[in-house]
């Protein structure tokens, strides 16, 4: 019941917003994963990041499409956590609990296992519009215990146009999503040490850097 | 099924006529889209993409005009949108002027609601004059005074273009029934998005065909003096042929429009070539499969409206 319920809102309200009312060009779309487990990662300048991920996906996908959430974030307030979990279907992420010696991810390996689409921003924060962080090694720990999973990276521009960090005024603009080939941590050559896990963290940053020479030219400042 | 058959006979005949014929154009685009890719591979393949948004194109305006004014209204008022945000998309702008875009978006809806109530002086003075000094004084107010003139001057643009000269379009369905007794206001505005899309098509073929000399290669280098030239001739005459069907305008008056409409159109299109070559993008979006953004779609009409417009204002319409 509450699957379907999920999976209306976001056929019926989240899509028709992002392609109708935002605007949505979508780049290489043939390399979305169909089936879990698999990590998509994208940059993160806005909340309709997400809206816009969701989007991409089809409908019979789109149940199995899990976003993870900062928990600190989404959980603060109760109509917020409802929405998150019951709308946009988000796993939470404690981080302010790291180095507590908990598995921060333990969830996220519990739904990857159950063959669930992880929707991950590893910047782990919107940061400044229009610009890319640092990545988190979250994806790369991820990967590493699902070696075969597909990570796909995309880029998304202009959202941060749309949203921006701070702001609660949403104005339409276009934005573009570049889907690029997926990666995997068993093509990777890993051999389990930990520095592997930072050169898949670069690797996929850079991918995504590439991705965002496909994407028309955007002049904004 | 009783019901249809009626409803169908209450179209006007050259409203019929001109469906029915556009129809047989989707149809023969659509064959020649899968029979062409099988005899030269490679070369034909945006023929299917391209037909599939033509009949989705087609269809919502056919829809729209068969339903009425109301209905009309709401549709351009959505590609007036689609239009402005698309080129907001890609012009310059600052991170101060999100609040007078948002305005900008908004002033669609009150420029179409002066169609809606059927107000031309509203509409007149809605985007040229009152949205032109508020969105002026607003982006003053941003206090970043870098870059401010160049901004303004790009937003206002794009509200005439995409707002003001598109909104003709709609206020032609306005026009009362007793003054275009032939095929009644939506006849009027099939004609013009007929004849505008029809003058592209003619200079894209007489150019393939007897292309020679480029116009002017550093904006758009598939335009040729023979496309241009063969194009507008062949438009004229289908104008002049036809208008006694479509519109209230006699002899004289039709070969004038019929000598001017497709040159606007041709200078619609260099004109938004030039704005893409400036901005670096071959296409304005990919909205539409085959034909890119709404923009590139649009640029011709963007001219032709108001010119048609006001020609039938000028030589057959009491009401404007």
Redesign the interface.
């Known amino acids: 019941m509450k699957k379907y319920f999920r999976q209306a809102i976001q056929i019926f309200i989240a899509r028709p917003v992002a392609h109708l009312l935002i605007g949505l060009d979508v780049i290489g779309k043939e390399h979305l994963p169909t089936e879990g487990p698999a990590i998509v990662a994208a940059n993160h300048n806005s909340h309709i990041d997400t809206l816009i991920l969701l989007s991409l996906f089809s409908s019979r996908v789109l149940p199995d499409v899990r976003p993870v959430g900062a928990a600190d974030h989404f959980l603060r307030t109760r109509t917020l956590s409802w929405v998150s979990r019951y709308i946009i279907g988000m796993i939470p992420i404690h981080r302010k609990n790291s180095g507590s010696g908990e598995d921060l991810l333990a969830d996220c390996k519990t739904a990857m296992a159950d063959g669930k689409i992880l929707v991950i921003f590893p910047e782990g924060t919107r940061g400044e519009a229009e610009e890319m962080e640092d990545f988190k090694t979250g994806v790369a720990r991820l990967a590493a215990e699902f070696p075969d999973a597909p990570v796909t990276p995309v880029y998304i521009q202009g959202a941060g146009r749309v949203m921006p960090r701070g702001s609660k005024l949403l104005v339409p603009f276009n934005c573009t999503a570049v889907i690029g080939k997926p990666i995997r941590w068993s093509d990777e050559g890993a051999d389990g040490q930990g520095s592997e896990k930072y050169k898949f963290m670069k690797n996929l940053k850079t991918t995504i850097k590439e991705l965002s020479q496909d994407a028309p030219p955007m002049q904004w400042d | 099924m009783n019901w249809l058959m009626n409803y169908l006979a209450g179209i006007p005949a050259p409203l019929q006529i001109g469906f029915g014929g556009l129809f047989a154009l989707l149809v023969i685009g659509s064959i020649l889209a899968v029979v062409l890719p099988k005899f030269k591979p490679g070369k034909w393949d945006d023929l299917k993409p391209r037909m599939q948004s033509w009949w989705v194109m087609c269809g919502l305006l056919i829809g729209a005009l068969l339903l009425g004014w109301q209905a009309f209204t709401i549709l351009f008022m959505y590609i007036s949108y689609?239009a402005l945000?698309?080129y907001?998309?890609?012009?310059?702008?600052?991170?101060e002027d999100?609040?007078v875009?948002?305005f900008a978006?908004l002033m669609v809806l009150v420029s179409y609601g002066a169609i809606w109530i059927d107000n031309y002086m509203f509409f007149l003075v809605t985007i040229p004059v009152y949205v032109f000094l508020a969105s002026a004084v607003m982006m003053a107010l941003t206090k970043r005074t870098d870059g401010y003139l160049a901004t303004i001057g790009i937003l206002q643009w794009g509200l005439i273009v995409c707002v003001f000269n598109l909104g003709h379009v709609a206020f032609l369905m306005r026009t009362p029934e007793a003054e275009v007794p032939m095929a009644g206001a939506a006849g009027l505005v099939f004609f013009l998005i007929f004849v505008t899309q029809f003058n592209d098509m003619a200079q894209y073929m007489w150019g393939k065909i007897f292309g020679r000399h480029k116009i002017s290669p550093n904006i758009s280098p598939n335009k040729t003096w023979e496309g241009a030239i063969g194009g507008f001739a062949t438009t004229g005459v289908l104008f002049v042929v036809l208008a006694p069907y479509f519109t209230p305008l006699t002899f004289w008056p039709s070969v004038w429009i019929g000598a001017t409409l497709p040159v606007l159109g041709f200078f619609g299109d260099i004109t938004m070539s030039a704005i893409k070559r400036d901005?670096?993008?071959k296409d304005t979006?990919?909205?539409i499969p085959g034909h890119g953004g709404a923009l590139d779609r649009l640029d011709s009409l963007m001219f032709t409206a108001p010119w048609y417009f006001h020609m039938l204002a000028y030589f057959a319409l009491d009401r404007f």
Do not use: D, F, H, Q
């Open positions: 689609i945000k698309e907001l998309t890609l012009a310059p702008t600052r991170k999100r609040g875009v948002l978006y901005l670096g993008v979006s990919r909205l």
